[in-house]
């Protein structure tokens, strides 16, 4: 266990994380495995593990890297993966996922990680942590594989919402650049609406509205519009930041993730074909190697809710112990970066500057 006494012993408390050690289709067995590999890389970081303690004690005792940097709280509950959000609300009090965002509302730790059900994460998490002020609709982020010199663009909403109108969007433009300028250290990101063509008259209404809002924001916000950009921009370099609703953001996101399974499918049965492609792919073994690393979702794992009074990770709900090491991995560099408090400022003032773009959008269209 981790006390303040040896906190304080030590000088440096490290950055906690909370951690709902139930959730996932893998069990705790992965999640502990997961958080050891970080401890193992990073002596800085310190766990809060939520979930059944008698089988979560039994799991750190075996692992010599969280020797003295795990607390274990006891929840009787788990959320499953079936489990609907509205059900989750009437009884999820004594769940691990309930508890662990209890820690971040406390103060206790500064980010919260789970593989739980995401809709039940962010039902709880809006209740629990709330929105911040002048956030409609909270997203979801994620970090996916791009040709640009950071390697990766942020992508948001992917699934938080599927509904989201031209204010929406607009906040989600400011969110995603602060998470940019956090997460990859962009000082001045690129931001692009996805939309069914780069033509300013292709996609709907609140597209064209939110072309408008965006547009008329990124100066004094401090980032680059670069406009309309299609589906095959999400892994591009024309921008850093993607901005759609959920519905088209979380079928991008499935659709990506299916295709990278499949081409990794279809590489392993080609260089199994005849004995010449076998020794073809020793002779390429490490380039192979470099390539299904770059494009293994599990090294990447970890959506971040963006627009709460906290920040929540949510890692993929089959993560294994990688794949848990890379969400938690991405929980201490936001914690490090205080990357709340950023977002918590950028919103107090994008909503003022998105309430005189909405204004002025309005003007415009009544205008024309």
């Given at each position: 266990m981790t006390s303040e006494q040896d906190q304080r012993a030590t000088g440096d408390a490290g950055v906690v994380l909370s951690i709902d050690a139930m959730g996932g289709d893998q069990g705790p067995a992965a999640v502990v495995a997961g958080i050891a590999l970080s401890a193992q890389k990073n002596p800085r970081v310190r766990f809060i593990l939520h979930g059944d303690k008698p089988v979560l004690e039994k799991l750190v005792a075996k692992t010599r890297e969280l020797e003295g940097r795990c607390e274990i709280r006891h929840a009787e509950d788990v959320v499953s993966m079936d489990d609907k959000p509205s059900q989750v609300m009437r009884r999820g009090k004594g769940t691990s996922m309930w508890s662990a965002l209890e820690s971040v509302r406390e103060g206790e730790a500064t980010v919260a990680v789970s593989c739980g059900n995401t809709g039940?994460?962010?039902?709880?998490?809006?209740?629990?942590?709330?929105?911040?002020?002048?956030?409609?609709?909270?997203?979801?982020?994620?970090?996916?594989?791009?040709?640009?010199?950071?390697?990766?663009?942020?992508?948001?909403?992917?699934?938080?919402?599927?509904?989201?109108?031209?204010?929406?969007?607009?906040?989600?433009?400011?969110?995603?650049?602060?998470?940019?300028?956090?997460?990859?250290?962009?000082?001045?990101?690129?931001?692009?609406?996805?939309?069914?063509?780069?033509?300013?008259h292709k996609g709907r209404s609140e597209l064209h509205d939110a072309h408008r809002m965006i547009g008329q924001t990124c100066d004094d916000?401090?980032?680059?519009?670069?406009?309309?950009?299609?589906?095959?921009?999400?892994?591009?370099?024309?921008?850093?930041?993607?901005?759609?609703?959920?519905?088209?953001?979380?079928?991008?996101?499935?659709?990506?993730?299916?295709?990278?399974?499949?081409?990794?499918?279809?590489?392993?049965?080609?260089?199994?074909?005849?004995?010449?492609?076998?020794i073809a792919s020793l002779l390429a073994f490490t380039s192979l190697k470099r390539l299904s690393k770059r494009t293994d979702p599990r090294r990447v794992n970890g959506g971040v809710f963006l627009g709460l009074n906290g920040t929540?990770?949510?890692?993929?709900?089959?993560?294994?112990?990688?794949?848990?090491?890379?969400?938690?991995?991405?929980?201490?560099?936001?914690?490090?970066?205080?990357?709340?408090?950023?977002?918590?400022?950028?919103?107090?003032?994008?909503?003022?500057?998105?309430?005189?773009?909405?204004?002025?959008?309005?003007?415009?269209?009544?205008?024309?």
């Open positions: 039940a994460l962010m039902a709880l998490s809006m209740v629990r942590l709330r929105k911040l002020p002048g956030v409609n609709r909270p997203a979801i982020a994620i970090l996916w594989p791009s040709r640009n010199a950071q390697g990766f663009n942020v992508m948001l909403d992917v699934g938080a919402d599927i509904r989201a109108d031209a204010k929406d969007l607009l906040q989600y433009a400011l969110m995603g650049v602060s998470y940019a300028r956090n997460g990859l250290a962009l000082a001045r990101p690129r931001v692009g609406l996805l939309n069914v063509g780069t033509e300013e916000a401090e980032f680059d519009f670069v406009g309309f950009v299609e589906g095959g921009d999400i892994p591009g370099n024309k921008a850093d930041v993607i901005v759609t609703d959920g519905f088209t953001g979380n079928v991008a996101l499935k659709t990506g993730e299916g295709t990278a399974s499949l081409i990794r499918d279809l590489l392993r049965e080609a260089f199994a074909y005849s004995p010449l492609s076998r929540v990770v949510k890692s993929h709900g089959a993560a294994d112990a990688t794949g848990v090491s890379a969400a938690v991995k991405l929980a201490f560099r936001l914690a490090e970066s205080g990357f709340t408090d950023r977002l918590k400022a950028r919103v107090a003032s994008a909503a003022e500057l998105a309430e005189d773009a909405a204004t002025s959008a309005g003007t415009d269209g009544t205008d024309t």
